[in-house]
């Protein structure tokens, strides 16, 4: 949830009925590689065992979820160059990580939060994970290659939102949230007292309000091909091919696809522990 995305209730939802012209494309390049080492990270941090995965292990997890779509138009060679990048990335992910891992609380956490007044805030949470003393922090991997300071990170409206979710989910504040640039292989980690979530909340309402009062300045930013009222935004300026709109729309069904993968793998788990305990009964009784 880019902080570009400061979405609200908009006074145009449900009128606009045009969609974006053409059937769908593959990805770029691009998204194609971000979504195939989100994949990845997602696999070795979401172990339920206590040792890190192997650097060949998470190799042959990127090998698995290599996801080849965008790559349809480019050379073997060009190809073959984006994958030894992702490789790369990973394997020093791995060597950072490896000696003080712990497997995540959860990865791809989704939460609904309402904030009052119609507003409510939706998302995803890469991952959660426990610091060894009760406690937890948020993370959120980036796969772009600058990393970003500590200042943008401070005050990032994305992290604070998250902050605010995991008091809803969990009923207490992490200590700290972060943006991990795993490229570059930064992780920038700042504590939950640096994070203002009254602020955020405060800025999500001013917003909200604003639009709900007409006053909604459009700002073109390098997403407004994704956003649902650029058929009616007066400053918009067309989609002249360079945002990737369908390309967009198959990486986040693929990440939901991959979290509907792990939700049954658990459902079969948790059934089989009250099966075993309680009896095929106590399954049809809870429906
Ligand atoms: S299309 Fe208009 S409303 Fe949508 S993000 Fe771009 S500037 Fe904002």
């Known amino acids: 949830m880019p902080d570009e995305h400061r979405r609200a209730e908009h006074p145009a939802a449900g009128r606009r009925g045009a969609k974006p012209a053409g059937g769908p494309t593959p990805p770029t390049p691009h998204l194609s590689w971000g979504s195939s080492l989100h994949a990845a990270l997602e696999w ?83 991952g959660v994970m426990p610091t060894g ?17 500590r200042e943008q990170v401070e005050t990032s409206l994305q992290l604070a939102l998250y902050a605010l979710a995991a008091r809803d989910l969990w009923g207490r504040d992490p200590d700290w949230v972060a943006l991990e640039f795993v490229v570059p292989g930064i992780r920038v980690e700042v504590p939950i007292e640096r994070i203002d979530v009254d602020a955020a909340v405060a800025e999500v ?20 091909g994704w956003c649902d009222f650029r058929d009616i935004c007066p400053a918009f300026e067309g989609d002249d091919g360079a945002t990737d709109v369908p390309g967009t729309a198959l990486v986040e ?12 793998q658990r459902i079969a788990e948790l059934e089989q522990i009250v099966r075993d305990r309680l009896g095929e009964q106590a399954l049809v009784e809870i429906g």
């Open 44 to 126: 070795f941090w979401d172990r339920k065992l206590p040792e890190p995965p192997s650097a060949d292990e998470l190799a042959a997890a990127l090998y698995d979820r290599w996801d080849d779509t965008g790559f349809a138009d480019m050379s073997r060679q060009d190809k073959i160059g984006w994958y030894r990048h992702a490789q790369d990335v990973l394997r020093r992910h791995q060597a950072q990580h490896a000696p003080s891992y712990r497997p995540a609380a959860a990865v791809e956490q989704w939460f609904d939060v309402d904030l009052g007044d119609r507003v409510r805030v939706r998302g995803f949470i890469d």
């Open 133 to 149: 003393d009760g406690g937890f922090g948020i993370v959120d991997w980036k796969t772009n290659r600058r990393a970003k300071t």
């Open 253 to 264: 069904l693929q990440r939901l696809r991959r979290r509907q993968e792990r939700d049954a």
């Open 205 to 224: 309402h001013r917003v909200a309000a604003a639009i709900r009062a007409g006053r909604f300045s459009p700002t073109p930013n390098r997403l407004c």
